[in-house]
Every structure is written in C-alpha cells, then in structure tokens.
C-alpha cells in the first residue's frame, strides 16, 4: 500500500486498484490542491477544509454519512462522534472513518474529533493498523486528549494531523507537542509504502511527513 499526505487531514491510500481520499480541503487552508484521481473520499464533517471533493479530478464516490459500506473489496463504517466536547453544539458533529482495505489492513481517520471517545467505540477501532489523529488543539482534541486515545487504541501506525504548519492559514498548536509524548519517532517522505506484514510487529510507531 502507497500512502500519501497531502496536508492538514487529507491523506490518500492507493491498493488494489482503490485510490481513497479523506478531507479534501479548499485553496483558502494554504495547501496546495491534490493533482490526483480518487476513486473513493471521506469526509469526515461538512466544513471548508475538510469537504472540498468538487476540487479532485475524475468519477468517484463519496462517503460523507455515518453507515456501513461495502464497495470494490473495500469496507467502510462512518461512526458518529462530534466535533466538539459539548455533543455537537459549537462545531457539530463529525464522522470517524474505519475503513478496511481489501488486504485486510485497517486504517481509522478520526476527522476533526473534539472528546475522548468512549469505551464502546475504543472496542471497534482497537484491531487498527494505521490510525490519523488531529493533535493541534482548538478547533479539535488536544495532543493530551490524542496520546490518550492512542494508547487505548494501540495501533502499529500513527499518522497526526489538524496541526500547524509553514503552510496552513489559521492557528493551531505545533506538532511537537504530541510528538515529544512518544519516543518512536519516524519522518518519512511521502508516498510511503507500507507492508502489512511489517508494521504490525511494531505498536505506536509516530510517522510525520516532511513537507
């Protein structure tokens, strides 16, 4: 599997003939725009920069409800969370993605999160390989709120986002404060291949990518 970062929480996952996108932004959050074909998106909640599908070239499908889908070999389960600690009522609510590819492997997108998830949902996301965590704090968890969840959930993978960068418009916190909590620690360059196989002899390992 090939894995790419494009910025804030738009990722893309390419296997078996599936390109999947999750929260495409908009040219206003100071990335530059995907040049690439999906065959799938996610979006997480219905906001600026996370929503921006008509910006992507090509036919795909979009995933943007809490359900169940099936597709291409491809299983998704949209799970419903909020966007803020108060049920919704600043920011709305928000989607956790557990999407499972057709290798088997597991990726969980946790969208713009705003609480600790409770035990139930811990329960279902804790076979997770990959998982993406917003890290940065005021729109979304903390890095406190995420190191937590991420030692209930016990992936091999942790890909932060939601966090401040050279390009990003609007004030977030810095990446280092979720990263200085862990000591396994790896920069990569995106695209990233993973092999199944390999990661999952590892347990929490953080990976940035340089941009």
Excluded at 130 to 155: E, L, N, R, S
Excluded at 159 to 180: G, R
Excluded at 187 to 203: A, C, G, M, N
Aim: proline content about 6%; aromatic content about 10%.
């Amino acid at each position: 599997m090939k894995v790419w970062w494009f910025g804030h929480s738009c990722f893309a996952f390419e296997e078996e003939g599936i390109f999947l996108i999750t929260d495409p932004f908009d040219k206003s959050v100071g990335y530059p725009i995907p040049n690439v074909k999906p065959t799938h998106v996610t979006e997480s909640h219905q906001h600026f920069d996370h929503n921006a599908h008509n910006l992507l070239r090509g036919n795909f499908k979009v995933i943007k409800d809490p359900g169940i889908y099936e597709d291409d070999g491809l299983s998704i389960e949209g799970i419903p969370s909020y966007h803020d600690d108060v049920k919704g009522e600043k920011r709305g609510p928000n989607i956790i993605f557990k999407i499972t590819f057709p290798s088997s492997l597991m990726v969980v997108h946790f969208g713009d999160l705003g609480h600790m998830i409770d035990d139930q949902t811990i329960l279902k996301l804790r076979e997770a390989d990959v998982v993406m965590i917003p890290v940065g704090g005021v729109f979304t968890i903390d890095a406190k709120v995420a190191k937590k969840i991420v030692d209930a959930i016990d992936p091999h993978l942790v890909f932060p986002m939601h966090y401040m960068t050279k390009y990003l418009k609007f004030d977030v916190e810095k990446i280092e404060n979720f990263t200085s909590q862990f000591e396994d620690l790896s920069k990569v360059r995106t695209p990233l291949e993973i092999d199944q196989k390999e990661i999952r002899s590892s347990h929490k390992k953080i990976v940035t990518f340089e941009i």
